[in-house]
């Protein structure tokens, strides 16, 4: 049976706990013989007080050479003043430009369990299952220059710079469209292009892309801010929405809110199928943050970081059936009723991390018997 390799890099704050219950999930498929091989190593803050810097060059060796990175979460205010290119954050930023990781999938789905938690109302959450696509190595995250000037009298000016090249877009154009072809059939483009140069060429390329290579996928281009509008007014008229780096970023946790909390997202960045072997690099990440006030209390939610898996399963190791498997394992244990803080509501039952571990495994076994 063939290895898979598997390096966790929990990180800070809540990472190690939630990363913890990922590492059982896995433990359950190896006893079933999916032949998964787990390797430990560190990043942001933890990183920085061993190694001086984010993320090592030794770690980024271990990245490079996995078939799939499970992160955990960076950062807190223990790091909060040293210097700004060892943040503990600049450790997946490294990772995401090094591996060449240019496409963030973030779905947004809306379990039924979970409909009243929303911000909205159920009627326009439930059933909810939604794709943002973000381009993840350029826009004004990676633009050069970057920098702060002082002008003097107390003056200073900073400066972000915000840039893409043709192939950048077309890459990830193509990435949306290969999605949306397997869903819904739908893409939604979102952009700044009435007030930014940027906008101008991303609408440009998406639509001739589309127009080229799939011409058989519906196209929509809507404005980055009506999308956020209309996330929150009409979340289910979209399927697969592409968008830049700064828009996917904000928009991705305006769609987070639709779903009840940002603990149930996961997120996979992934680079280009490599020519040799076909497979590619991918790191698989919740969306929440380290939660630095709640770390080591044993209260995050961990459906998200197992969800993360779950894209894992499905997208670097073809395992479908299996990904489904515990797709539906997290449904039926919020069917249960049960929730971590937050996501409680009266009548449910509120539980601690790794008890909503054993959770989603109790109902693996009952599903796989």
Not at 213 to 226: I, N, S, T
Not at 265 to 278: K, M, N, V, Y
Not at 311 to 333: G, Q
Request: net charge negative; proline share 4%.
């Amino acid at each position: 049976m063939a290895v898979s390799h598997l390096l966790f890099l929990p990180g800070d704050g809540i990472g190690p706990e939630v990363t913890n219950e990922v590492r059982r999930v896995v433990e359950w498929f190896n006893a079933r013989g999916a032949g998964f091989e787990i390797e430990h190593d560190l990043v942001g803050g933890c990183a920085y007080e061993a190694h001086g810097q984010a993320v090592s060059d030794a770690t980024m060796a271990l990245a490079s050479a996995a078939d799939a990175v499970l992160f955990g979460a960076v950062g807190g205010p223990k790091w909060d003043r040293v210097p700004y290119e060892v943040r503990p954050e600049a450790g997946l930023l490294r990772l995401r430009k090094d591996l060449e990781l240019f496409a963030n999938l973030r779905p947004a789905i809306c379990f039924t369990a979970l409909a009243e938690s929303s911000s909205l109302k159920r009627d326009l959450v439930e059933g909810l299952d939604i794709m943002i696509v973000r381009e993840l190595t350029g826009g004004v995250y990676f633009g050069e220059p970057k920098v702060i000037t002082d002008l003097g009298n107390g003056q200073k000016r900073a400066v972000d710079t915000q840039v893409y090249d043709t192939f950048e877009i077309e890459r990830i154009s193509r990435v949306a469209f290969e999605l949306a072809a397997k869903r819904k059939n739908k893409v939604t483009s979102m952009d700044k292009r009435n007030v930014m140069r940027t906008g101008v060429l991303w609408n440009e390329v998406v639509s001739a892309v589309h127009e080229r290579e799939y011409p058989g996928v519906e196209l929509d281009h809507m404005l980055a801010d009506a999308g956020g509008m209309q996330l929150v007014r009409a979340p289910k008229q979209f399927d697969v929405i592409v968008t830049d780096n700064l828009f996917g970023d904000m928009l991705s946790d305006i769609a987070a809110m639709l779903t009840g909390s940002i603990g149930m997202l996961p997120s996979a960045s992934l680079g280009l199928p490599s020519a040799a072997t076909g497979k590619r690099r991918a790191l698989y990440e919740p969306v929440h943050g380290s939660a630095p006030d709640i770390a080591g209390k044993g209260i995050a939610n961990p459906i998200a970081m197992i969800a993360s898996f779950g894209m894992a399963l499905r997208y670097s190791f073809n395992m479908s059936v299996e990904a489904d498997l515990l797709d539906r394992a997290i449904a039926a244990a919020l069917d249960d009723g049960l929730r971590t803080g937050d996501i409680a509501a009266p009548g449910t039952k509120t539980i601690g991390t790794a008890a909503m571990g054993t959770a989603i495994i109790e109902k693996l076994d009952r599903l796989s018997a």
